[in-house]
């Protein structure tokens, strides 16, 4: 396998609704021709927006690889497009395809540069609120952490249709996904793109730890042992960090809202190094 140059970076919840964060993007560059960019989900709310800004990386990285964020599955009521559920997801899968952006509906493409080979798997996996206390019932759950004044935005603005709770949507999505990732090639280590975390450790610094229930599923939990990652991506909880876990590398690569982003001392590109690995030092 011939080796490329080029460096794999993500990114995730641009929020490019918000000014502050449109501009961030319009300065995201590439450090070469070879880059590719990782998008784990929450570009933006809003169709529009959506398209914009991924049009915007396709036309400066070599490949973009997206997968959707509880944000883009929103769907508002000043959304040019008022599709829910699965219908809207199957329409933003078609607007990337059309645009050039890799989705987890396509094959799982190949890293070839620094730190690979690897397979690069997009997932879109939702969450079954299982990331919740041993003693809190599933039926109770989001009465339990509305009580604690935490209550996330997709109650009201993220529809399962056709399935009967996003629980359900969640178990179809691991299924397939699960499917998928067994077909591929063992031979090569993966890189895990998920807009949520795939196992719950990374949820265990949030500040309001009801939240957590809004953040993954306990069905991942040993994915990234299961599926040779080398690296697993993701974002949504807006706490942008390296952990490790079993060995394995996770890099939390959200951008986020500008009063949380405008406070902290960057220095560079705020994208994050997927592979090769950041020198510590």
């Known amino acids: 396998m011939n080796k490329s140059k080029g460096r794999l970076w993500g990114i995730s919840d641009l929020h490019v609704s918000h000014p502050q964060n449109r501009q961030v993007l319009e300065r995201l560059r590439p450090e070469s021709e070879d880059d590719w960019l990782l998008v784990a989900g929450d570009v933006a709310e809003l169709t529009p927006d959506i398209e914009w800004a991924l049009t915007v990386l396709k036309e400066r990285f070599a490949t973009v690889?997206?997968?959707?964020?509880?944000?883009?599955?929103?769907?508002?009521?000043?959304?040019?497009?008022?599709?829910?559920?699965?219908?809207?997801?199957?329409?933003?899968?078609?607007?990337?395809?059309?645009?050039?952006?890799?989705?987890p509906e396509d094959p799982y493409p190949v890293w070839t540069g620094s730190g690979g080979p690897a397979t690069v798997a997009p997932l879109f996996l939702l969450y079954d609120y299982s990331f919740r206390p041993p003693g809190v019932p599933r039926q109770d759950a989001v009465d339990w952490a509305r009580s604690a004044g935490v209550l996330?935005?997709?109650?009201?603005?993220?529809?399962?249709?056709?399935?009967?709770?996003?629980?359900?949507?969640?178990?179809?999505?691991?299924?397939?996904?699960?499917?998928?990732?067994?077909?591929?090639?063992?031979?090569?280590?993966?890189?895990?793109?998920?807009?949520?975390?795939?196992?719950?450790?990374?949820?265990l610094v949030l500040r309001h730890p009801q939240f957590a229930m809004w953040c993954g599923t306990e069905l991942t939990h040993d994915w990234?042992?299961?599926?040779?990652?080398?690296?697993?991506?993701?974002?949504?909880?807006?706490?942008?960090?390296?952990?490790?876990?079993?060995?394995?590398?996770?890099?939390?690569?959200?951008?986020?809202?500008?009063?949380?982003?405008?406070?902290?001392?960057?220095?560079?590109?705020v994208l994050r190094s997927v592979l090769p690995a950041e020198d510590p030092s």
């Open 65 to 103: 690889v997206w997968t959707p964020g509880n944000h883009e599955l929103w769907t508002l009521g000043d959304d040019p497009v008022q599709l829910r559920g699965e219908e809207r997801y199957r329409h933003l899968v078609a607007m990337c395809r059309r645009i050039g952006v890799i989705t």
């Open 152 to 203: 996330c935005t997709d109650e009201f603005y993220l529809h399962c249709h056709p399935y009967p709770s996003r629980d359900a949507w969640c178990g179809a999505r691991v299924e397939l996904t699960e499917r998928r990732l067994a077909e591929r090639d063992p031979g090569i280590p993966t890189v895990l793109v998920s807009h949520f975390p795939l196992i719950r450790e990374p949820t």
């Open 224 to 269: 990234h042992r299961r599926f040779a990652a080398s690296v697993a991506v993701y974002g949504h909880l807006h706490i942008p960090r390296t952990s490790w876990n079993d060995g394995v590398r996770f890099e939390e690569v959200s951008l986020g809202y500008p009063r949380e982003w405008l406070q902290w001392t960057r220095s560079g590109t």
